[in-house]
């Protein structure tokens, strides 16, 4: 609930809006019950335990890196649901990676978040604890965020919108928009919504491959929808918002990796200005698909490098602690 909210409810129990604003201030300090809620009187505090309850995810396993101190999370929730989280340290400060659904109906081939399917939509609060405790529990103040996680945000679209205002708020977590990041893989009937709510965060978009033969092959999401579609609504989204793009592409040996592929996907990026970053697959046991080579990946830069595109390759953090989405889940859930 945001403090507005909350002041209503207050005004309902007969209590003084002021103290809204400071229950969503302890609650986003991440306090474990009302009786640490100190600058409330007893009786309120007594009051606030008959009317809410709080619930904190709790760890069921948690890694920690021992080449680049990258922290893997597993998170069970009030279901015995769970999803993970990773923190990653850079120069700029520390970033988080967080899941929006327990598991994902995307099917992407590639993914280990995806096998055994959609199980449910994350709420808005289950995916601000995950920010919250990670911090708490890290002891890593948070500065950026990353919707890369399990599941496909915007099939879980309002919920995140609100969470969204939640770890944005100024009297909450306050993390601006211009360090959160949301990855689609192209549900392109939501980027209306989202240019609509003019948010100054940066849209990423799972591209992985340029053409429809590779992408509809490796990711059913493509199917139905098209590449030609996804870059006109990237288009649009940019004439609309003028927040750049980027463009994610997971680097699959003898799938998506040729020339032909660096060529057209440099053709994509130029026409939305998109900055491209290639990402050295994660290999997931139950896949057979490996990285590229360095040397197919060194070839493909250079192909995008000469047609203009700004390029990066993303440092590969977390290898040592099943960083890739999904693997800690699944490794759970087979052992059950």
């Not at 909450?172 to 990855?183: A, C, F, K, P, V």
């Not at 493909?300 to 590969?316: A, C, D, H, P």
């Amino acid at each position: 609930m945001l403090p507005e909210e909350l002041e209503k409810d207050f005004e309902t129990l007969g209590e003084q809006k002021f103290r809204a604003a400071q229950v969503f201030q302890w609650l986003s300090r991440g306090v474990r019950d009302f009786d640490g809620m100190t600058n409330l009187s007893k009786p309120l505090r007594e009051r606030l335990k008959a009317e809410y309850d709080l619930y904190m995810p709790k760890v069921l396993n948690k890694q920690i890196s021992a080449t680049d101190g990258t922290i893997k999370y597993l998170w069970e929730l009030r279901d015995g649901n769970a999803v993970e989280t990773v923190v990653m340290s850079y120069k700029h400060g520390n970033t988080v990676c967080v899941s929006s659904q327990v598991g994902c109906r995307q099917g992407c081939a590639f993914c280990a978040s995806t096998i055994g399917g959609l199980v449910r939509n994350l709420e808005p609060s289950e995916i601000l604890d995950e920010v919250m405790y990670s911090q708490i529990d890290s002891g890593k103040p948070i500065s950026n965020i990353v919707l890369m996680g399990i599941g496909e945000p915007l099939d879980n679209f309002d919920n995140v919108m609100r969470f969204l205002q939640l770890v944005n708020h100024p009297k909450g977590m306050n993390i601006g928009m211009r360090h959160i990041s949301l990855s689609t893989c192209g549900i392109i009937e939501r980027f209306d919504d989202l240019a609509q709510r003019d948010l100054q965060l940066t849209l990423s978009v799972s591209l992985h491959a340029p053409d429809d033969e590779t992408r509809s092959k490796i990711m059913p999401a493509n199917r139905g929808r098209g590449v030609d579609a996804l870059i006109a609504a990237c288009r649009k989204y940019y004439e609309k918002t003028g927040r750049r793009i980027s463009f994610e592409y997971a680097m699959i040996d003898g799938v998506n990796d040729t020339e032909r592929h660096a060529r057209l996907l440099a053709k994509h990026a130029r026409s939305v200005a998109a900055h491209v970053n290639l990402i050295p697959l994660n290999h997931v046991d139950e896949r057979p698909f490996q990285p590229s080579t360095p040397e197919h990946l060194r070839a493909f830069i250079k192909v995008l490098e000469s047609e203009g595109v700004n390029v990066t390759v993303r440092r590969k953090l977390g290898g040592d602690v099943d960083a890739s989405c999904g693997q800690l889940r699944r490794k759970m859930q087979s052992r059950q």
